[in-house]
């Protein structure tokens, strides 16, 4: 079968402004100011290297239109919703918990939610095999009533409720790989066992108390939301291992139509705000196991949508490590990191990962 990656990009997301600051802090007398951590040139980085490498000849862009006042409401509360349009259409403003955003970014976050639909409505009705939004701001934080976490919508989760609503979609799987725990997708599915949300990221880091095993879903929900909360340090071995012995189960159980792929790379040894190992080398694993079991279990319906990843220098031959993958292209570029981080202690599988790995594996099949 002939591949057919999407690939969805706009200018204007790269134009959502989120105030400057330091890092996550504002700045004052006491920080001095400096540039926030989520600012548009990782995804800028990243969108130029993959012209660079040619890859973008290998996809077929898809064009995405503002997501419209029906599709937000699948997610977020209408009260939600005009506050952040009144803000920003005048001043801006604070959507939530760590989202400050300026002028216009109600636009421009409508306009990334309209480019995951239509990356997903593209590869469901078969018009690409597979696809990547390469969107900002990113959205697996958003709650209904809130942003958090430089999420302003609920990009991944509008898109999989739309296809459920208006395309007979009975089984998806959202599948989260940023560093963060994905508490706004979990939260917004933990009552269907319809979608089976997995998150695998550094056990305890973001948002605080979120993203324990225990947290399984409930009533029709019970079951079908799975943390895998990987100690700090870990690296490839860890990820690849708890694919292998949890993530790939759970979805082959569920059987979804369509996958969703949360494709955050703060996971990645360089990020500034994760203490994880994983290299392009390991994101390109992964991907290609997501590839493999997605052609076995749903003609290869995969949607990935661009989240978290905070390295200037890295981000960028990770990202293309994953269209690489999704495109069967590998293009003449060479990660210059791989020698140096492939192979320093910490990639293996250590024990103490290990440990929490077969605890959730063994619970999983207990429960099963």
């Known amino acids: ?88 259409n005048t001043q801006g403003g604070q959507a939530g918990i760590g989202v400050p955003f300026g002028v216009g970014s109600f636009d421009i976050a409508a306009l990334a939610v309209g480019g995951v639909i239509a990356t ?42 739309w296809l459920m609503k208006t395309h007979g979609v009975k089984r998806l799987a959202v599948v989260d790989w940023d560093v963060h725990h994905g508490n706004g997708t979990q939260d917004l599915f933990y009552e269907s066992n319809e979608c089976l949300t997995i998150s695998i990221h550094q056990d305890g880091l973001w948002p605080p108390q979120s993203g324990d095993f225990s947290e399984r879903g409930v009533g029709r929900g019970a079951g079908y939301n799975l943390n895998v909360p990987l100690p700090p ?48 080398s390991g994101f390109r694993a992964m991907t290609r196991m997501m590839i493999n079991l997605a052609s076995d279990l749903c003609d290869g319906k995969l949607v990935f949508a661009n989240e978290g990843g905070y390295s200037l220098s890295y981000v960028p031959y990770c990202g293309l490590s994953v269209l690489e993958e ?28 290990e440990e929490v790995i077969s605890q959730i594996a063994q619970s999983i099949k207990l429960s099963s």
């Open 1 to 88: 079968m002939q591949v057919r990656t999407g690939f969805n990009f706009e200018e204007l997301y790269l134009w959502h402004d989120n105030r400057g600051g330091a890092g996550t802090f504002p700045p004052g007398l006491t920080v001095q100011p400096g540039e926030h951590y989520e600012n548009p040139e990782t995804k800028r980085r990243l969108k130029n290297l993959l012209e660079v490498s040619g890859i973008l000849e290998h996809v077929i862009g898809l064009k995405s239109q503002s997501a419209s006042l029906d599709q937000l409401e699948l997610c977020h509360t209408l009260e939600y919703i005009h506050k952040v349009q009144e803000l920003s």
């Open 120 to 161: 997903a409505e593209a590869v469901w009705n078969s018009k690409v095999t597979n696809s990547y939004a390469l969107v900002r701001p990113p959205g697996h934080h958003a709650v209904a009533h809130q942003g958090m976490g430089f999420c302003i919508f609920a990009n991944i989760a509008i898109a999989a409720k």
């Open 233 to 280: 340090g870990s690296g490839n071995g860890a990820y690849i291992a708890a694919f292998e012995r949890i993530v790939l189960p759970a979805l082959v159980s569920h059987e979804p139509e369509i996958i969703f792929v949360a494709c955050g790379f703060d996971a990645s040894v360089n990020d500034p705000l994760g203490r994880m190992m994983v290299t392009s």
């Open 326 to 353: 999704l495109t069967g292209v590998k293009t003449s570029i060479i990660d210059p990191n791989l020698g140096k981080r492939d192979g320093i202690p910490g990639q293996v599988l250590a024990p103490h990962q």
